[in-house]
């Protein structure tokens, strides 16, 4: 490990490395303080960027993006109560409130060190974490392995929106269904590509995550006629002090500990992420409080603005575990990164770590980094971000889709994949205006190769047999796993359903 | 109303992925194998069927009720319309002509009449992005009238 750790050292901290990391957390701030536009956004917008780059290099750069769009999405929770991502609402509950009582800077800092505090305690867990379950997952099988990916989806989809999850796991069943369309893995046999030959090769995950996410994301703010960020300037102006007295410290601290450790064990979880890590360190940091401090949660609460910002933080690099040591990512954001890796022909998985030991070791020592730039850089740069989010809508928003036209017309040079993006631009609009959720369908398109693979191979191994989910004790545990995820919200739904 | 119409046409589009998938050609054999080409999309093509009847059957809660009232198509669409003519303008005009053209049209099209405000970021964003991918990471892109211009 320690030979590990040094390597890591040695890729990331190279002034490039070093360079990167800060451009990503810059840039994520910048895209995560825009009202709407998320971790998802921000890397699909970088990808293009990385195609230059290698391995290790691609990945430091989006594991800054994803650490700086959370922030930024802190940051517009906090001064104008509109988080960029969902796992920053519950910072808004107090952070806001903090900053109408004129101790924004306060809310800002505190959020910061959270975030910083979350992150490196995470950062730490992971180095002995990722490696253990590495070492581990090198025993898993075909069957392990499909069942794996039914409990990521299953898990995703369970958790991707309340009340919706029959919508969710059509998502992640039309996200393979997609990932099906060109030449067949095994046989090269042309699938749905009704004689088009740029749909020999597939689609492009670029294409799919930029459609579906930026495109459609800034063709939404038209739509919706969503209003500018400008009020966010005047804000800015009145921060008020960045310092906290010793006994606010003092409060803090043991809330960012516990809450650290939750958010990173949630994080792990497919499926589960930031957003509940968050909700959830919220909760029982509201529960835990004494019942005079519990008067204070919705009002500006120093404890309930740092508890859910540790633990998103935290649950950034725990969602990290499984794509890193498994190859399976647990978030939509994760599957991108996951996709981005395996288009520069990395396999993430239990043998990343023997077979590319830089860029396993290099990712989890630039995110210790990515923690330090963010608070010592980006919280002093709070306001100039600002300043950056007042451009108004009318000049972003053709920006938006034009960056991300070009990135996907830079991979492949062809005009048929700019047609077919905004296709699937407009059919995502209409399924997110019905609350139909997207990651889910990044997710399953990321593994839809891999899925098809294994449970070729299992079936192969097993005559065409399904008993293969429960003769090892590890896929029997899975299966239970995953039977358990998805009984809960459809006994909810019939519930929901016959109780009308 | 919409969500059922919406499912009804996800199921005729499981239906249809599912006809399709009949169709896919096999090697010799490979329909007496345990697998082949054809049975992970059928498989995919009974779950979303399932999925999408269901939703027909419960189409759940929706946060925006109704679903599509109150948007303003107008622009948007000549957004999307925007996308599509830079799409079919570039391989012509080349990257820069084409790019200028969409970011004025759109930016003028939401609202900004400046012709000081559209013209430079317009300019700026395109030959700025020319510039780094051409000459900082190496890229080629065919420009006809930055070639002319000696720019490349």
């Known amino acids: 490990m320690i030979d590990g750790i040094l390597i890591g050292l040695g890729t990331a901290f190279t002034p490039i490395n070093l360079m990167l990391v800060m451009l990503g957390c810059f840039a994520g701030t910048f895209i995560g303080t825009l009202p709407g536009l998320g971790p998802i956004t921000a890397i699909s917008l970088m990808i293009p960027i990385t195609y230059g780059l290698d391995p290790s290099s691609s990945l430091i750069l989006m594991a800054g993006v994803y650490y700086g769009a959370i922030f930024g999405g ?3 929770a906090i001064l104008i109560n509109a988080p960029g991502v969902a796992s920053t609402v519950a910072t808004s509950f107090d952070g806001y409130p903090l900053a109408q009582k004129g101790q924004a800077g306060k809310a800002l800092a505190i959020a910061a060190y959270a975030s910083f505090s979350g992150g490196t305690i995470s950062a730490i867990l992971l180095l002995v974490a990722a490696p253990s379950l590495a070492k581990l997952a090198l025993s898993f099988q075909s069957p392990d392995y499909f069942a ?20 969710a796991l059509f998502m992640a069943v039309l996200g393979l269904m997609l990932a099906s369309v060109g030449q067949d893995a095994s046989t090269a046999v042309a699938r749905f590509t009704f004689g088009i030959p740029d749909l020999m090769d597939g689609l492009n995950l670029l294409l799919l995550a930029m459609a579906t996410f930026a495109l459609a994301e800034g063709l939404l703010v038209v739509l919706e006629r969503r209003k500018d960020s400008a009020d966010l300037s005047g804000v800015t102006s ?6 906290l007295s010793r006994e606010e410290v003092r409060e803090i601290a043991p809330t960012i500990g516990r809450q650290s450790v939750l958010g990173f064990v949630i994080g792990v979880l497919p499926g589960a992420g930031s957003t509940i890590a968050s909700f959830l360190a919220y909760g029982t940091e509201r529960n835990m409080a004494s019942s005079e401090k519990q008067k204070e949660f919705g009002q500006g609460s120093i404890r309930g603005l740092a508890a859910p910002e540790a633990a998103n933080n935290a649950a950034c690099s725990g969602s990290f575990v499984p794509m890193l040591t498994l190859g399976i990512p647990g978030s939509g954001t994760t599957a991108i990164m996951l996709g981005a890796l395996l288009s520069y022909g990395v396999s993430p998985g239990p043998r990343l ?17 990515g923690n330090f730039v963010l608070l010592i850089l980006n919280l002093p740069m709070i306001p100039y971000i600002s300043r950056l989010v007042s451009i108004p809508q009318r000049v972003l928003v053709p920006l938006i ?11 492949s040079f062809s005009t048929f994949d700019i047609l077919l993006m905004i296709g699937i631009a407009l059919a995502a609009i209409i399924l997110r205006r019905l609350d139909y959720p997207m990651a889910p369908l990044i997710l399953a398109f990321v593994l839809g190769g891999l899925m098809e693979e294994n449970l070729r191979r299992s079936l192969m191994l097993n005559d065409g047999s399904i008993s293969f989910l429960w003769q090892r004790p590890l896929t029997l545990a899975i299966m239970l796993a995953t039977l358990a995820v998805l009984a809960i919200p459809l006994v909810r739904v019939v519930k929901t359903a016959s109780g009308r | 109303m919409t969500e059922r119409l919406v499912a009804l046409v996800l199921l005729t589009g499981c239906v ?9 050609q096999l090697l010799f054999g490979a329909e007496f194998s345990p697998f082949n080409a054809r049975t992970f999309p059928w498989f995919l093509a009974w779950s979303g069927g399932l999925l999408s009847l269901g939703i027909l059957v419960f189409p759940g809660s929706n946060s925006r009720d109704p679903a599509f009232a109150g948007l303003a198509w107008k622009p948007a669409l000549f957004l999307s319309v925007l996308v599509v003519g830079y799409a079919l303008v570039i391989p012509f005009t080349g990257f820069f002509v084409a790019s200028f053209l969409f970011l004025s049209a759109a930016i003028i099209s939401l609202g900004e009449r400046r012709l000081m405000v559209f013209v430079p970021v317009a300019i700026g964003v395109a030959l700025g992005l020319f510039l780094i991918l051409n000459t900082l990471l190496g890229i080629y892109l065919d420009d006809p009238l930055l070639r002319t211009l000696g720019v490349n």
């Open chain 1, 353 to 369: 770590f023997i077979d590319n030991p830089a860029v396993f070791w290099s990712v989890i020592i630039s995110m210790y980094i």
């Open chain 1, 74 to 76: 802190s940051t517009s």
């Open chain 1, 401 to 411: 889709l034009y960056f991300s036209i070009i990135g996907v017309y830079l991979v």
């Open chain 2, 16 to 24: 249809a992925y599912g006809r399709a998938s009949q169709d896919i």
């Open chain 1, 238 to 243: 009145r921060l008020g002090s960045l310092k």
């Open chain 1, 148 to 167: 794996l990916m039914l409990l990521g989806l299953t898990a995703v989809s369970a958790f991707a929106t309340r009340g919706n999850t029959l919508k």
